[in-house]
């Protein structure tokens, strides 16, 4: 590792660090609080998280000297803000061992490419976009009370991202902090640097959190991160392997499940940051750009009851802009992959559809009837074809 070691890896490791915290702890937060958890309990969920993260890309990218970087479920966080309406945190947190249990099966056994198979990619994305929607909407609803402020970020985003896109969102976030504290809007009365601790909540176990929950959640973990994250990899020449990856992440997963550690999988658009030349010229080099963002987590981990106190510092309308900027990629690759086969695109577009309109039935959240709609309309054409 001393003879690998750079500090243009060293780098870049932060940077995936500040990027992948910038640009999704906010929707965390938000997933977080909509399942009822207290400010300790949410501290916990980023000490869970980021210690997740740590261990399993230190110990991978140790393991195989290739820069493998894991991350939390974005969307899934995203998911859980509609999905878990209603449901009792005890119940949430039992979904989600179950969800990490499935991801350890999927790899272990060697499934988990068949299984993406059986389900058209057009459906998740459908899905993912129809989750996503609210977010970008409500970006633009900021509008309405803080003008200034939403009007800055959105135009520092629009020409960052031109300039260098790898910084759009950081910078997106500096903008927004430095005109909410112009304007009188942050409360750090009670920001002070304190440690996280663990805090156990008990899993309960009910069929609604397994069908609302658990399901939707591995489906968009292992279609809209998962495939994606091993897709990065290869297209920058590192063949992993897959199905031991996937399946001690699982594992890690379903330890730090009852902590709050909701879903954990490879990364994709962080995990780029530390495989490109600007790394090292040297590809079997660059592994230690993941080992320092692995180390960059767990301090992250530690002292995430801070990092829960100043997002809590910020207001309401800074937090939506920069998680709808943050989304927008996600949710525009979601609509172009919905949309792109022609014989998936009605099914994609209903799964969208009924996922968007927030459909609740039974105590089950919109995410699953907008897989189940799709797929029955998907399932009547080609009924009809035959």
């Not at 530690?302 to 996600?330: H, K, M, Q």
């Not at 695109?345 to 996922?355: D, G, K, Q, W």
């Amino acid at each position: 590792m001393i003879k690998d070691f750079s500090v243009s890896a060293l780098v870049a490791g932060l940077v995936t660090v500040l990027v992948g915290v910038s640009s999704s702890a906010v929707i965390i937060f938000q997933a977080a609080r909509a399942l009822g958890a207290t400010e300790a309990q949410i501290g916990s969920w980023m000490w869970a998280l980021g210690l997740g993260i740590g261990i399993t890309t230190v110990v991978l990218s140790l393991r195989w000297r290739i820069p493998v970087v894991t991350a939390w479920s974005t969307p899934g966080a995203a998911m859980l803000i509609t999905a878990g309406a209603g449901v009792p945190l005890n119940q949430a947190i039992g979904a989600f061992v179950v969800c990490a249990a499935m991801m350890a099966l999927a790899g272990f056994s060697g499934i988990f490419e068949k299984m993406i198979r059986r389900i058209p990619v057009s459906l998740a994305s459908g899905m993912l976009a129809g989750v996503l929607l609210r977010f970008g909407l409500e970006l633009f609803q900021g509008m309405n009370t803080r003008m200034g402020l939403v009007l800055g970020m959105i135009g520092t985003y629009l020409i960052v991202k031109r300039v260098q896109p790898r910084y759009a969102i950081v910078a997106t976030l500096v903008m927004g902090v430095a005109v909410a504290a112009g304007q009188g809007l942050l409360k750090m009365e009670g920001l002070r640097l304190m440690a996280a601790h663990p805090v156990w909540i008990p899993p309960a176990w009910s069929w609604k959190a397994m069908v609302g929950i658990a399901l939707p959640l591995f489906l968009v973990t292992m279609a809209s991160q998962n495939v994606p994250g091993v897709a990065v990899m290869r297209a920058a020449g590192y063949e992993l392997p897959v199905s031991p990856a996937i399946g001690w992440i699982g594992v890690v997963n379903v330890i730090l499940a009852p902590f709050g550690g909701f879903a954990l999988n490879l990364a994709a658009i962080t995990a780029a940051i530390c495989m490109g030349r600007d790394v090292h010229e040297n590809p079997a080099r660059r592994y230690i750009a993941a080992i320092t963002a692995g180390a960059g987590y767990v301090v992250v981990g530690i002292y995430g009851a801070t990092v829960t106190a100043l997002f809590a510092a910020f207001p309401r309308e800074l937090i939506t802009a920069i998680a709808g900027l943050a989304l927008l990629g996600s949710i525009g690759n979601g609509l172009a992959t919905a949309l792109g086969q022609e014989q998936h695109r009605e099914p994609a577009l209903i799964s969208f559809l009924v996922t968007a309109s927030g459909l609740t039935l039974y105590g089950i959240g919109p995410a699953f009837w907008g897989v189940v709609a799709g797929a029955l309309a998907l399932a009547a054409g080609r009924w009809r074809r035959q």
